[in-house]
């Protein structure tokens, strides 16, 4: 069996993208193809495998799987790419999707069509006090999937490969959870990197941003709106009072076929 694939990223979150949207999608693992296809060295390479699907009433349905095989619930950057993939086959530049989050909503910001905002939702804290995990301070937020946040003074290039599958490994996370750390650099700047749940380390994350941002507000430590630097470029966060917006740039890098 034959199947098409175009690879698209956002400041480096990378996925390969299967476009549904006319037939239902075969029979087949995603699971596992996601494992193969998201191997950097022997395959096409990603942080995973993204299904962009109808769904009737919305604007379609994307469901993720991540390179290690696991199911993810949200990915702010890939819901992105699918945004931009959308406008290019409609013209449309409002978007509701579908994810196993919950309903989304989706601008696309130019004529391009490659710079996008996305509604991530409401995030809250799963418990109002702090944690120390492995040394690290933090919060639990949910946006969607599950953040570890911490905050710290310095940001070696190292620090999310290192501390990252550490914190996550914790026996108090049954299942896992993403990581984000976090080094403020003004009240309307901050800099990030990630280790995620099924993926490791990542050039950027969506949810991961969205919920440091909402962190770093609730704390008294950012305002509203603010620039945020991850390792694959930059993004814009905004806090409505209730739900966090991301707003970036995504790239189109290629397309081709894969038989299974």
Same mark, same amino acid.
């Given at each position: 069996?034959?199947? #098409?694939?175009?690879?698209?990223?956002?400041?480096?979150?990378?996925? =390969?993208?299967?476009?549904?949207?006319?037939?239902?999608?075969?029979?087949?693992?995603?699971?596992?193809?996601?494992?193969?296809?998201?191997?950097?060295?022997?395959?096409?390479?990603?942080?995973?495998?993204?299904?962009?699907?109808?769904?009737?009433?919305?604007?379609?349905?994307?469901?993720?799987?991540?390179?290690?095989?696991?199911?993810?619930?949200?990915?702010?950057?890939?819901?992105?790419?699918?945004?931009?993939?959308?406008? +290019?086959?409609?013209?449309?530049?409002?978007?509701?999707?579908?994810?196993?989050?919950?309903?989304?909503?989706?601008?696309?910001? #130019?004529?391009?069509?490659?710079?996008?905002?996305?509604?991530?939702?409401?995030?809250?804290?799963?418990?109002?006090?702090?944690?120390?995990? #492995?040394?690290?301070?933090?919060?639990?937020?949910?946006?969607?999937?599950?953040?570890?946040?911490?905050?710290?003074?310095?940001?070696?290039?190292?620090?999310?490969?290192?501390?990252?599958?550490?914190?996550?490994?914790?026996?108090?996370?049954?299942?896992?959870?993403?990581?984000?750390?976090?080094?403020?650099?003004?009240?309307?700047?901050?800099?990030?990197?990630?280790?995620?749940?099924?993926?490791?380390?990542?050039?950027?994350?969506?949810?991961?941003?969205?919920?440091?941002?909402?962190?770093?507000? +609730?704390?008294?430590?950012?305002?509203?709106?603010?620039?945020?630097?991850?390792?694959?470029?930059?993004?814009?966060?905004?806090?409505?009072? +209730?739900? =966090?917006?991301?707003?970036?740039?995504?790239?189109?890098?290629?397309?081709?076929?894969?038989?299974?």
């Amino acid at each position: 069996m034959k199947l #098409n694939f175009f690879k698209m990223h956002a400041q480096g979150n990378d996925y =390969i993208y299967f476009d549904f949207l006319k037939s239902n999608p075969p029979d087949i693992n995603y699971s596992k193809l996601s494992c193969i296809l998201a191997d950097r060295h022997f395959s096409i390479g990603g942080d995973g495998i993204v299904l962009i699907e109808k769904q009737n009433g919305f604007d379609g349905k994307m469901t993720i799987f991540n390179a290690d095989g696991s199911e993810g619930k949200m990915c702010g950057s890939a819901l992105r790419c699918v945004t931009s993939y959308l406008f +290019q086959q409609t013209g449309k530049k409002d978007f509701l999707i579908e994810t196993a989050s919950g309903l989304k909503k989706c601008f696309v910001l #130019n004529e391009a069509g490659d710079e996008v905002k996305v509604n991530l939702g409401t995030p809250f804290f799963k418990q109002e006090n702090q944690l120390v995990v #492995n040394g690290f301070p933090g919060y639990l937020v949910n946006i969607g999937n599950e953040h570890f946040v911490t905050f710290v003074d310095e940001l070696p290039v190292e620090i999310a490969r290192t501390a990252g599958p550490r914190i996550q490994n914790e026996t108090l996370f049954p299942d896992g959870i993403n990581v984000d750390f976090v080094r403020i650099r003004s009240r309307r700047e901050a800099e990030l990197r990630f280790w995620e749940r099924g993926s490791g380390e990542t050039l950027a994350c969506g949810t991961g941003t969205g919920a440091s941002v909402f962190a770093g507000i +609730q704390l008294g430590f950012l305002d509203n709106k603010i620039d945020v630097i991850v390792p694959g470029g930059h993004i814009k966060a905004e806090f409505s009072g +209730q739900d =966090i917006f991301l707003s970036g740039k995504v790239s189109y890098v290629f397309s081709g076929s894969i038989e299974i």
